[in-house]
């Protein structure tokens, strides 16, 4: 999904908020994800030079613990990883990039999926209006609680 990153990143500037970019690790042992991961900083260090806001990314993003950005960020996005099982626990709202479903699919293979929005790499017209509802609203919440009651009661009676 890092390659989205660019994308993504230039609607959450348009929209007005402060970003958190922390790319999995992994990302920096591939040539072209590290150019990527290249252009986004260049793009907050621009960003922040000209808006202010006081973007997280690099050094900075990469010291703190991942309960330290779930602590600091009001939303996230993501691919599917063990950070949104992490993140679920904060019932803070999120938006999952599926990279290769359908979306009825995606749902009905990952249960995470129903609390949060989605977008699907297949139809990215609609990224730039679930980035704003993402940041502005917060109407899956109720969902959240039911996904996080189920997933980590269902781990704990195992």
Known sequence: SISLAPQIIDELIASGATVIFRPHPFSYRNQSDK??????????????KSSGRQHVYGVA?????????????????????????DWLFSLKPYLLL??????????????????????????????????????????????RVKVREHLFLSLHSS
Not at 65 to 83: Q, W
Not at 106 to 127: C, E, H, P
């Open 61 to 85: 993003a990469e010291s703190i613990s991942a309960t330290e950005v779930v602590n600091l960020a009001d939303a996230m996005i993501s691919d599917l990883s063990g950070i949104v099982s």
């Open 35 to 48: 150019k990527i991961i290249s252009q986004v900083h260049a793009t907050l260090a621009s960003d922040a």
């Open 98 to 143: 599926n990279m290769d479903l359908e979306e009825k699919e995606f749902r009905k293979r990952y249960d995470i999926a129903w609390g949060g929005l989605q977008v699907s790499a297949n139809n990215l017209s609609v990224l730039g209006e679930s980035l704003r509802e993402l940041i502005s609203s917060d109407k899956l919440y109720e969902n």
